[in-house]
């Protein structure tokens, strides 16, 4: 039993990481994520950052997934949701970008879901 708890404790974290990468992939992978790639260009929003504090992207968070930055889900998804939330402030709802912005949410919250075994 002990021997089990000791495996158990440390397959967790490596459990985290692959089932955040795999996540992270199909997001990345969806069509609407074109928009959230990269960190916005001050070339295409010269006043995106006068009005988006703390900036997020796909790529950052790829970036932090491999640094083990995501050492607990709530980390993850509030990276995520930042990401959302910012294309949503910045831009008007009629926008091509904040209908990505909810198409790729939609998308994320379902598979945020299965993982999680929620029905
Ligand atoms: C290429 O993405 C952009 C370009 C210009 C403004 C933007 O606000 N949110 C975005 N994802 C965005």
């Not at 708890?5 to 992939?25: F, G, R, S």
């Not at 703390?54 to 050492?71: F, G, V």
Request: aromatic share 14%; net charge positive; proline share 7%.
């Amino acid at each position: 039993p002990s021997q089990d708890k000791i495996k158990d404790t440390v397959m967790d974290p490596e459990y985290l990481y692959n089932t955040l990468k795999t996540l992270l992939q199909q997001v990345k992978l969806h069509p609407s994520a074109w928009p959230f790639q990269k960190p916005v260009d001050k070339s295409e929003a010269p006043d995106y950052y006068d009005h988006i504090l703390y900036p997020m992207d796909l790529k950052t968070m790829t970036e932090r997934l491999k640094n083990r930055y995501y050492c607990h889900k709530r980390l993850f998804i509030a990276d995520m949701t930042r990401i959302f939330m910012n294309c949503r402030s910045y831009n008007k709802p009629e926008t091509e970008y904040f209908k990505c912005a909810n198409t790729l949410e939609k998308f994320y919250t379902t598979k945020l879901k299965e993982i999680q075994g929620e029905k």
